[in-house]
């Protein structure tokens, strides 16, 4: 299997890329906050304890991201790879893949850190907003979803670096050149 992970602050660029590189390699895409989304739009339990966080701006808790990532992944058995996105963000998420996919026979083969400042997130996030209808794409939400970023989920880098995984990627510029870029650091 193929397993990429696709890093980034909000407002990076993941899911855009990742639907390049899933046309392109033939992989298959989890992504962590869709998968809430739909359990809110189900009114599931696990969607009306995530709910308020992700309003919040705040990170739903481990255990539960971890078990669902768990079954997801079970239901992708005989995938070619996978392309996480949006997942893991805190070192107990990157540790719990690890193991997961140990435990399956396979590993991370790479980590894509899509590098963009804060002004520009906080542009990009706004405009989304005017489109997106999320919930979560708005000034304070915002601010605060970069703060968890900055707190929580960039010590990662360094958790990476150490397992020589880590490719940092410029995320600016048009998404053919960022995607260019990409499929080199995949090569
Ligand atoms: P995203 O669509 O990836 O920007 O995620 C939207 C929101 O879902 C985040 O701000 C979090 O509240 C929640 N979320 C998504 N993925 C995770 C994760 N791996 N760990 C904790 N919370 C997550």
């Known amino acids: 299997m193929t397993n990429v992970v696709i890093f980034g602050a909000p407002g990076s660029g993941k899911g855009t890329q990742s639907e390049l590189i899933i046309k392109k390699y033939?992989?298959?895409?989890?992504?962590?906050?869709?998968?809430?989304?739909?359990?809110?739009?189900?009114?599931?339990?696990l969607g009306k304890i995530a709910e308020g966080y992700i309003s919040d701006g705040k990170l739903v808790p481990d255990e539960l991201i971890i078990d669902m990532l768990a079954s997801v992944l079970d239901s992708k058995k005989d995938s070619k790879?996978?392309?996480f996105d949006g997942?893991?963000?805190?070192?107990?998420?990157g540790q719990a893949l690890d193991k997961m996919l140990k435990e399956r026979g396979t590993e991370v083969q790479v980590v894509l850190s899509l590098?963009?400042?804060?002004?520009?997130?906080?542009d990009r996030l706004l405009k989304r907003g005017q489109i997106s209808g999320r919930a979560d794409d708005n000034l304070e939400t915002i601010k605060s979803r970069l703060e968890v970023y900055h707190g929580q989920t960039s010590p990662l880098k360094q958790y990476y670096v150490e397992q020589g995984k880590l490719a940092a990627i410029k995320g600016t510029g048009t998404i053919e050149e960022i995607f260019e870029r990409i499929t080199k650091a995949i090569k």
């Open 115 to 122: 590098e963009v400042d804060d002004a520009e997130l906080v």
């Open 26 to 45: 033939g992989l298959d895409h989890i992504s962590t906050g869709d998968v809430l989304r739909a359990e809110i739009k189900n009114k599931t339990e």
């Open 87 to 93: 997942f893991p963000r805190t070192i107990p998420q």
């Open 81 to 83: 790879g996978v392309i």
